[in-house]
């Protein structure tokens, strides 16, 4: 069974970082790519960024390009959301998730997901 389990969420001041992380488990996942998608209370899931297993190509949403950096730890199965110069439309529900293949900015195509992390940033 394929487990992601996110964590670092949390309330930052704007301007602040957080790091997010994304543990997988329950198989190998040298040919799947992680996205990372975001959710604001009223609004529309949307894609922030991605990177893929193995090869270490990112690709981010012009939002958020400049700002956060996706990277990985094969050893330890995780992935990593560096977030920084956070904004207060930053604030989301942020969440990671996997499928095969390419990134895609579309959150329906993937095929697993985590349980979401909580993110405030106040102005």
């Known amino acids: 069974q394929v487990r992601l389990v996110e964590s670092g969420g949390g309330l930052v001041q704007a301007g602040g970082s957080l790091r997010l992380s994304c543990a997988a488990s329950?198989?190998?996942?040298?040919?799947?790519?992680m996205g990372w998608f975001r959710q604001a209370p009223g609004k529309e899931r949307e894609f922030v960024g991605g990177?893929?297993?193995?090869?270490?190509?990112?690709y981010y949403a012009d939002s958020v390009k400049g700002r956060f950096t996706s990277s990985r730890d094969n050893a330890k199965n995780t992935v990593y959301l560096q977030m920084n110069s956070l904004k207060p439309e930053d604030t989301a529900v942020y969440y990671c998730?996997?499928?095969?293949?390419?990134?895609?900015?579309?959150?329906?195509?993937?095929?697993?997901w985590g349980q979401g992390t909580q993110v405030t940033v106040s102005s």
């Open positions: 998730a996997s499928k095969r293949g390419l990134i895609a900015t579309n959150w329906n195509v993937y095929d697993y």
């Open positions: 329950g198989r190998t996942f040298n040919s799947y790519v």
């Open positions: 990177i893929t297993w193995s090869g270490g190509s990112t």
